[in-house]
């Protein structure tokens, strides 16, 4: 059976036997909620799509954001023939076949895009059996992936193709789609004519964590439980299998009690952050996110007064999804008292903000040349490299040439507090920069 078949994405929309996820997928570009920051008017890859002129691309993200959906919509949009191929399911023989059919189906004007579905799966052996399709202009390719595609795409593939991050949605998004769902009649919900409050709606999208996928799922299981169409707080806590909490509008108490949370173990009160993080355990929070939310206060509250956090933060995060519930929450606890002990220090995190703000501002200053490789002899012979000084090879291990550009030289951007084992890290820092100076003075 071919794949090409005639508008099968058109026959899809009918199909009302599909979960409420794929029937939901939009049909046009207004339909489409989220990612403004390139879908939005004037932005990109909307540009694209308008222009039909259409390049192979990458869309990097993470599940339920919309990766799929955005596919299936560009080939709407530019009439291309689409064809879902999945890691799981195919191999390079399968790839040879759909190839030969779209290399024919160019010849009488006809496109093909050719949508990669978790393209990070497909190993380096399959991923350069798309790249001659690809450069011939026999199939438009998309990839799609939740992971790196720096790491998990091959160099050549990812260079002739451009990366689109999709982000997170946030909770009016998928409030705004949830609500789209239950008052569709021809896709969604509405013949039932569900009751449910937009504080439901909220509390699925908070439990859904940016996947409107998973929302839909929750969405649909609601509404099958439904008496008499009616879904209720208590009907979605069983749902969910999560005790509701008083989320307001937006959700804005989910975000106060992780603030709570953070701002004790930032103010050193162990018993307040246990106190915090057992309301939002008790709420049946997602543990992944708050073991990412205490793994961010290892960075951004203790950094190097001790460095040891982000190391138990790690372990814990990984404890939590080894162990589940309820084992997993006693790492939670056990982090959360150690966090809230250790020294506390900002200076690594302002240091890095401080370092990228004049990346962004200053000039893009071309770098030194005696801190570039010189792999070849014309390189050396244009002075690459001329001038290194290896720390090495020096009495006291260390180099006092100086490795930042000309118009930022002597710029200072860490200043270690004298807290933890940063007070350690001042001193030395302290010696290095004295000899420097120092050996500069020389003329070293």
């Known amino acids: 059976m071919s794949l090409f078949e ?49 390049t192979s691309m990458i869309l990097w993200g993470p599940p339920g954001v919309g990766k799929t ?33 779209a290399e024919h189906n160019r010849k009488i004007g006809r496109r093909t895009l050719l949508f990669v579905d978790e393209i990070h799966r497909f190993n380096k052996s399959q991923q350069d059996a798309f790249l001659p399709y690809v450069e011939k202009g026999d199939v438009i390719l ?58 439901q709606l909220e509390q699925i999208a908070i439990h859904a964590n940016g996947d409107a996928r998973a929302a839909y799922t929750a969405l649909e299981l609601a509404a099958a439980a439904a ?14 299998q999560r005790k509701m909490l008083l989320y307001d509008k937006g959700g804005e108490e989910h975000f106060n009690l992780i603030s709570a949370l953070h701002k004790s173990v930032r103010s050193s009160d162990a018993d307040a952050a246990l106190y915090w993080l057992a309301r939002m355990l008790e709420a049946g929070e997602d543990r992944l996110y708050i073991a990412r939310r205490l793994v ?7 950094g190097l007064a001790d460095p040891r956090a982000m190391e138990q933060a790690i372990a814990a995060m990984r404890t939590v999804h080894f162990l589940g519930q309820p084992e997993g929450d006693q790492a939670l606890g056990q982090l959360a008292i150690y966090l809230a002990m250790a020294p506390k220090s900002d200076a690594a995190y302002s240091a890095l903000n401080a370092a990228r703000d004049v990346a962004r501002r200053a000039l893009a200053e071309p770098v030194p040349m005696h801190l570039r490789n010189a792999p070849t002899r014309l390189m050396k012979n244009l002075g690459y490299g001329e001038g290194y000084q290896h720390a090495h090879q020096s009495e006291a291990g260390l180099a006092s040439m100086e490795c930042l550009p000309g118009s930022l030289a002597g710029t200072r951007f860490y200043e270690p507090t004298a807290r933890g084992i940063e007070a350690r890290l001042r001193e030395r820092l302290e010696e290095i920069r004295k000899w420097k100076a120092e050996q500069r003075g020389q003329g070293g």
């Open 6 to 54: 005639p508008n099968p994405l058109a026959a899809e929309d009918a199909d009302a036997s599909r979960p409420l996820a794929e029937r939901m997928r939009p049909r046009t570009l207004e339909e489409y909620i989220g990612q403004e920051h390139i879908l939005g008017p004037g932005k990109p890859l909307r540009m694209q799509m308008e222009r039909d002129q259409l």
């Open 69 to 101: 959906s955005l596919a299936r919509l560009i080939a709407r949009m530019t009439r291309c023939d689409f064809v879902p191929f999945s890691a799981v399911t195919s191999g390079i023989k399968e790839v040879k076949s759909i190839m030969a059919e």
């Open 142 to 199: 998309i990839g799609a992936t939740t992971e790196n595609p720096s790491f998990e795409v091959i160099s050549a593939l990812l260079s002739r193709s451009r990366v689109f991050t999709l982000k997170s949605l946030g909770i009016p998004e998928v409030v705004r789609l949830l609500r789209r769902a239950v008052e569709d009649e021809d896709r969604g919900l509405g013949a039932r004519r569900l009751q449910i409050a937009d504080e």
């Open 227 to 240: 008496d008499a169409g009616e879904i209720t707080a208590p009907l979605l806590e069983d749902v969910l």
């Open 296 to 302: 961010r206060m290892a960075i951004e509250d203790i």
